[in-house]
Antibody, heavy 118, light 107 residues
Framework: EVQLVETGGGLVQPGGSLRLSCAAS????????MIWVRQAPGKGLEWVSVIYSDGTTYYADSVKGRFTISRDNSKNTLSLQMNNLRAEDTAVYYCAGSLSGYYSLDYWGQGARVTVSS | EIVLTQSPDFQSVTPKEKVTITCRAS??????LHWYQQKADQSPKLLIKYASQSISGVPSRFSGSGSGTDFTLTINSLEAEDAATYYC?????????FGQGTRLEIK
């Protein structure tokens, strides 16, 4: 059974940093399209960053220059390094993966809560 | 950026009703449109991919249709467990986007 498990969430002050990890089982991170999606309290879904199987990465304008997506093939893990955090980054962060060439999000993690507050 | 507009934003429905949720894209995305269900305090779950392709394990009462800019998610014979928020999602461009969500309440 495929599992994606996020870790690393927590409370951080504005301007601080946090690193989220997403450990995959029965799913090879390096072979597939992986994405971070966030959901602010009471709001809808917003994409944050994607990494394609060839290593190409893209970022939403709202996080460009502050967040970095990466993967560790040896650990089969996806990561999101978040720097210079703002209050508006407060959200539950989901990692998700696609097995499909259509990039539908077949598998989702349980989410990691990030709160940016002083 | 491709904007996805769902309608309605909210619907209160009774069991066994048929429900239709629409998703309109601001420009053509072919069939690169997917639907998700998110129940309270849970992660989203893929219901339909590529506009109309069914997903293993998803009840057959869920179906999707459409192409280009207009898409529909249909739930036949609604059940109490279908209370959730439903999102459409386009992958027709690198900057993927989601619809704002449609919340279904079961009376």
């Amino acid at each position: 059974e495929v599992q994606l498990v996020e870790t690393g969430g927590g409370l951080v002050q504005p301007g601080g940093s946090l690193r989220l990890s997403c450990a995959a089982s029965d799913f090879t991170v390096s072979n597939n399209y992986m994405i971070w999606v966030r959901q602010a309290p009471g709001k809808g879904l917003e994409w944050v960053s994607v990494i394609y199987s060839d290593g190409t990465t893209y970022y939403a304008d709202s996080v460009k220059g502050r967040f970095t997506i990466s993967r560790d093939n040896s650990k089969n893990t996806l990561s999101l390094q978040m720097n210079n955090l703002r209050a508006e980054d407060t959200a539950v962060y989901y990692c998700a993966g696609s097995l499909s060439g259509y990039y539908s999000l077949d598998y989702w993690g349980q989410g990691a809560r990030v709160t940016v507050s002083s | 950026e491709i904007v996805l507009t769902q309608s309605p934003d909210f619907q209160s429905v009774t069991p066994k009703e048929k429900v239709t949720i629409t998703c309109r894209a601001s420009r053509s995305i072919g069939s690169s449109l997917h639907w998700y269900q998110q129940k309270a305090d849970q992660s989203p779950k893929l219901l339909i991919k590529y506009a109309s392709q069914s997903i293993s394990g998803v009840p057959s009462r869920f179906s999707g249709s459409g192409s280009g800019t207009d898409f529909t998610l249909t739930i036949n014979s609604l059940e109490a467990e279908d209370a959730a928020t439903y999102y459409c999602h386009q992958t027709g461009s690198i900057a993927i986007t989601f619809g704002q969500g449609t919340r279904l309440e079961i009376k």
